[in-house]
């Protein structure tokens, strides 16, 4: 079995529909997404950003610091107050009411990892469960069926071994896979990736961009942040740059050093 058709053994071990078999048509689609205003920057940080992303896009988010990717990236799934715009994820409007929902179909891996480096690389993972087990449910720990799928995902990412490691004793490239296990948890259909390669050697980079390449393949939707134009142009199938929070370029993955300076100059 596949990464793949593990997340989605996983759809129906939640007694979720089977996302992944039915042909939805999955989107997200921001329009005029403007966040609150910042007296340090002037401007709100998000600062009218529209644009389409469609079901089975590998899309890469890129831009100088402080552009506004990770706060672009978490204002899909509802962590940025909105003053204005609307976000719209497989025709549901992203609001307070239904943050719970867009989170299960919406897999986020955070800027640096954002793993609980005491727990071992299995609790991590079950985390991801958190979201769709009710309380009553992981009192007393996670369903073995839970843990089953935990260990088979660690499996296919190749940590196996290290399941039981405490998390901060695995090298950088093995936290963001179980960072990416713990994302997949959830059977999202779409994953949004904050520089999952940062601070990562050559081999762990190929690594983790070849277990997204693997997922895209497979049919997720992929929003990732990076600030390597030669994973970008090998990976992405779009690219989107951010400069000061605004959409300054939304095309192929081509010339990107040159479209970067281009538009900044
Ligand atoms: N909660 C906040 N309050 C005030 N300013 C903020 C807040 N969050 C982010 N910022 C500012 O907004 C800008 C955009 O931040 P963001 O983290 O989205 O940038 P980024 O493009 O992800 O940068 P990097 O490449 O460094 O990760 C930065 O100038 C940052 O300092
Ligand atoms: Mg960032």
Not at 110 to 120: A, E, N, R, V
């Amino acid at each position: 079995m596949n990464i793949y058709q593990v997340a989605n053994t996983n759809s129906h071990l939640s007694s979720l529909s089977n996302k992944f078999s039915k042909s939805i048509v999955n989107f997200i689609e921001c329009s005029h997404l403007i966040s609150d205003y910042i007296s340090s920057l002037q401007r709100p940080i998000l600062n009218n950003i529209n644009c389409r992303i469609n079901q089975g896009e590998f899309v890469v988010l890129l831009g100088l610091n402080g552009a506004g990717k990770s706060t672009f990236l978490k204002s899909l799934v509802g962590l940025v107050p909105l003053v204005k715009g609307e976000i719209n994820i497989n025709g549901i409007s992203v609001s307070n009411h239904n943050l719970a929902q867009i989170r299960q179909d919406v897999g986020m891996l955070f800027q640096g990892g954002g793993l609980i480096k005491q727990l071992s690389a299995i609790d991590n993972v079950l985390c991801g469960r958190l979201g769709i087990r009710k309380t009553g449910q992981t009192l007393w720990g996670f369903p073995q069926r839970d843990r089953t799928l935990a260990l088979e995902l660690l499996k296919q990412l190749g940590l196996e071994k290290q399941a039981y490691q405490k998390t901060s004793k695995l090298s950088g490239g093995q936290q963001q896979k179980v960072a990416i296990a713990r994302a997949l948890m959830q059977s999202p259909q779409i994953l949004l990736a904050d520089e999952p390669t940062t601070g990562l050697d050559i081999l762990s980079s190929q690594q983790v961009m070849n277990t997204l390449a693997e997922l895209h393949q497979k049919g997720l939707t992929i929003i990732t942040v990076l600030h390597d134009l030669v994973l970008a142009q090998e990976y992405g199938t779009r690219a989107i740059i951010l400069d000061k929070g605004e959409v300054i370029y939304d095309g192929k993955c081509e010339n990107l050093q040159d479209k970067l300076q281009d538009k900044l100059s």
